[in-house]
């Protein structure tokens, strides 16, 4: 099982840009898919985007799309996402989940980072 830690939340404005970090660490297979959750208060938890260690391609939720990218560095074993135009409804506690070839969802959490934007 990885242990994941998020790092690079913060205070920004509204339009303002921010890139927050995942660092993976344990046993991490070639075949996990990485992703991004957030959850503001109130909501629940919801997905913002997924990449897999071993090959570039990358889903991101609808909300996410044109202002949002995830992306990894397999040396560092740490996965990104570099937030552009961001918004107050974006505010959120924002997770990094991994999910194990064996599973159909991501089951393995971070604490979270905690992003706030300011209008």
């Known amino acids: 099982q990885a242990q994941l830690v998020e790092s690079g939340g913060g205070l920004v404005q509204a339009g303002g840009s921010l890139r927050l970090s995942c660092a993976a660490s344990g046993r991490t297979f070639s075949s996990y898919r990485m992703g991004w959750f957030r959850q503001a208060p109130g909501k629940e938890r919801e997905f913002v985007a997924a990449?897999?260690?071993?090959?570039?391609?990358?889903y991101y939720a609808d909300s996410a799309k044109g202002r949002f990218t995830i992306s990894r560095d397999n040396a560092k074993n740490t996965v990104y996402l570099q937030m552009n135009s961001l918004k107050a409804e974006d505010t959120a506690v924002y997770y990094c989940a991994a999910q194990s070839p064996s599973s159909s969802s991501f089951d393995n959490w971070g604490q979270g980072t905690q992003v706030t934007v300011s209008s």
């Open positions: 990449i897999r260690w071993s090959v570039e391609n990358a």
